[in-house]
């Protein structure tokens, strides 16, 4: 059954980290400024580049560090990461050593990730087949369970291999997150696909990526509830542009309502508006 993190939903920036936001030391700033304003997370975009007029583009791994070190209670991550263009063993030791600094505040977002915004995949060689992607990320995702776990990673799959089979420990990836049993995942995918569904269903949280109505909401949170055999809490996360009402969505199961800039018109004045306008919550 899908359960929610606690009441009402909860409220948090989601930014992409481009052009006046490509400055790690101003995102934490502005993560701090959040944090003191009553926000609970702030999430950060994870592009190697985009279509113009951007030009600017940070690392979001670098970002989130500088996020962690300069807030106590926010929640924080990429939303998302294409896991496909990522070494799943790196990520696992960021990941673990993030959380580590963070004292358990990481939300690892993930999915396909895709060609159409930037060409990112295609200008780096990067596999362009959604299904192939699509196997790496579930693949990468066995990985990261393996690794949080604190236990030796013996894994040898279609697509990556973390094993050492002449040591005895193998390979572990210590110390191991805060949280337990490993930092929550929010998988991304299109509302109405089933295997995206089926997937998120696996993980302890939803970012549908295509929502226009919060009867797919509705929808997709049915879905999930049955396929999901555990009573353990689940977030389902919304992106809606600062204004819209999240009560809808809350009632059709949303925990997170994630405010929502374009890259096209984002500017530092307009993000820093909607963080003074303070966050929305479905009780008002």
């Known amino acids: 059954?899908?359960?929610?993190?606690?009441?009402?939903?909860?409220?948090?920036?989601?930014?992409?980290?481009?052009?006046?936001?490509?400055?790690?030391?101003?995102?934490?700033?502005?993560?701090?400024?959040?944090?003191?304003?009553?926000?609970?997370?702030?999430?950060?975009?994870?592009?190697?580049?985009?279509?113009?007029?951007?030009?600017?583009?940070?690392?979001?791994?670098?970002?989130?560090?500088?996020?962690?070190?300069?807030?106590?209670?926010?929640?924080?991550?990429?939303?998302?990461?294409?896991?496909?263009?990522?070494?799943?063993?790196?990520?696992?030791?960021?990941?673990?050593?993030?959380?580590?600094?963070?004292?358990?505040?990481?939300?690892?977002?993930?999915?396909?990730?895709?060609?159409?915004?930037?060409?990112?995949?295609?200008?780096?060689?990067?596999?362009?087949?959604?299904?192939?992607?699509?196997?790496?990320?579930?693949?990468?995702?066995?990985?990261?369970?393996?690794?949080?776990?604190?236990?030796?990673?013996?894994?040898?799959?279609?697509?990556?291999?973390?094993?050492?089979?002449?040591i005895p420990d193998g390979v572990r990836f210590l110390p191991r997150p805060v949280q337990r049993p490993g930092v929550p995942v929010w998988a991304a995918g299109f509302a109405g696909k089933v295997k995206p569904l089926r997937r998120a269903a696996r993980c302890d949280g939803f970012f549908p990526v295509n929502l226009e109505h919060p009867d797919q909401l509705a929808e997709s949170v049915a879905t999930i509830t049955g396929l999901r055999d555990s009573a353990a809490a689940y977030d389902i996360a919304v992106a809606l542009p600062p204004g819209a009402d999240p009560v809808p969505y809350a009632e059709a199961g949303a925990t997170w309502w994630m405010a929502e800039f374009r890259p096209e018109d984002l500017s530092l004045d307009k993000v820093r508006g909607v963080l003074r306008d303070g966050p929305i919550s479905a009780g008002g």
């Open 1 to 166: 059954m899908v359960t929610q993190q606690g009441a009402g939903i909860r409220s948090a920036l989601w930014l992409p980290i481009f052009d006046e936001l490509a400055d790690p030391v101003l995102v934490a700033r502005l993560a701090a400024e959040a944090e003191e304003a009553g926000w609970h997370g702030v999430f950060v975009w994870d592009h190697l580049r985009w279509r113009p007029p951007v030009r600017q583009v940070a690392d979001p791994w670098i970002t989130l560090t500088a996020i962690a070190t300069a807030t106590e209670r926010l929640r924080f991550g990429p939303m998302v990461t294409p896991l496909a263009r990522r070494r799943p063993a790196k990520v696992a030791r960021e990941t673990a050593t993030l959380d580590v600094l963070s004292g358990g505040r990481l939300t690892l977002g993930v999915g396909l990730g895709g060609d159409s915004f930037g060409s990112e995949l295609s200008m780096t060689g990067e596999q362009l087949d959604d299904r192939l992607r699509a196997q790496q990320l579930d693949e990468s995702l066995e990985i990261l369970a393996a690794a949080w776990s604190g236990e030796p990673v013996r894994h040898r799959g279609v697509h990556y291999t973390v094993d050492i089979t002449d």
